[in-house]
């Protein structure tokens, strides 16, 4: 079992930036490919960002290539989002994940966080 938490969420200005952290405690958590998704209300769940277990491959969505980049610490048990230029309509509960493989898809994503909010106010 892995148990994944959110932290670094809240309330920012369009253009502003916000760092997420996921601390993972439970099973080794440097042999997993973390990823993180968002959910906007009445929209499906949608990939973000997700770096393998070495740190050496790391795969964007289109729409927030060159604004974020996913970190990772092996040390801390901790995966990281930095968000750059954020943009109101990505106001959504963000997600971190892991699963045995980077992935674009969420259902290759065994364990999940509970999730937290970022709004971004225009």
């Known amino acids: 079992q892995v148990q994944l938490v959110e932290s670094g969420g809240g309330l920012v200005q369009a253009g502003d930036s916000l760092r997420l952290s996921c601390v993972a405690s439970g099973r080794s958590f440097s042999y997993y490919a973390m990823a993180w998704f968002r959910q906007a209300p009445g929209k499906e769940r949608e990939f973000v960002a997700a770096r393998n277990w070495s740190g050496g491959s790391t795969v964007y969505a289109d729409s927030v290539k060159g604004r974020f980049t996913i970190s990772r610490d092996n040390a801390k048990n901790t995966v990281y989002l930095q968000m750059n230029s954020l943009k109101p309509e990505e106001t959504a509960v963000y997600y971190c994940?892991?699963?045995?493989?980077?992935?674009?898809?969420?259902?290759?994503?065994?364990?999940w966080g509970q999730g937290i909010q970022v709004t971004v106010s225009s």
């Open positions: 994940a892991a699963g045995p493989s980077i992935s674009t898809s969420r259902d290759q994503y065994g364990y």
